[in-house]
């Protein structure tokens, strides 16, 4: 997987900022995300938090109720310009930060959350960033990670797979660019390999066009 692969990910979101949002507003998906919504919070209850690649906040908002802190990051401006603009509790905090260069990242933290961010990284690079990851976690750390399922007539269908295993999507935007897009649909037995052994009381969690994955670290 070439670096000019995650770039164009980055431009991809970048200029999608905007229309962003629709995709949550899919009739079929509500009751799911009201789920989660009720879910969620409650998963960090006292805890410092790094959010990675939190995009324009819609998931901030909804997931740091009960946190003590919240340190959300992006690469992106143009999504974090829309996440400054949202009433955000004063316990969140921005930052624009790379999700593949954690180390600059000041502070350790006792939870992790990323939310539609597995399915973009490249399979090659999934153990070395959770590596990172998990690195600026402290021991016992909550981690939380929510994606989409594939599900036919709701899913933008998968247009090729390339040697590693990667899927990818091809989308539209409103200016009428058409993008390529990495998005994976792991298993829940991918997802919790890619972990390892070490993660300790692993728990998959299904609803019917997402999945969520919940585990401490050592």
């Not at 991809?12 to 962003?20: D, G, P, T, V, W």
């Not at 990284?121 to 016992?140: E, I, M």
């Not at 998005?183 to 390999?193: D, G, H, L, S």
Request: aromatic share 12%; hydrophobic share 40%.
């Amino acid at each position: 997987m070439s670096a000019r692969t995650v770039e164009d990910m980055q431009a991809y979101y970048a200029r999608r900022a905007a229309e962003y949002e629709r995709i949550y507003a899919k009739p079929e998906r509500r009751a799911d995300l009201s789920a989660i919504a009720t879910w969620l919070p409650s998963q960090f209850a006292g805890r410092h938090v790094l959010e990675v690649a939190c995009g324009t906040g819609w998931w901030t908002q909804l997931a740091a109720g009960d946190a003590t802190q919240w340190l959300a990051t992006d690469v992106n401006d143009d999504t974090l310009a829309i996440a400054r603009s949202r009433a955000l509790p004063a316990r969140v905090r921005l930052s624009k930060a790379d999700a593949y260069s954690l180390d600059e990242v000041e502070g350790r933290f006792d939870a992790a959350f990323a939310g539609f961010w597995w399915s973009h990284v490249p399979l090659t690079r999934l153990p070395a960033w959770l590596a990172a990851l998990h690195a600026k976690l402290q021991p016992g750390a909550r981690v939380v990670f929510i994606d989409n399922l594939y599900v036919e007539g709701s899913s933008t269908p998968i247009a090729r797979r390339d040697g590693d295993g990667n899927s990818f999507q091809q989308r539209t935007l409103d200016d009428g660019s058409t993008h390529e897009v990495l998005k994976n649909f792991p298993t829940r037995e991918q997802v919790i390999a890619a972990i390892g052994p070490s993660a300790h009381d692993a728990q998959w969690h299904k609803w019917t066009h997402y999945w969520a994955l919940t585990y401490t670290t050592p």
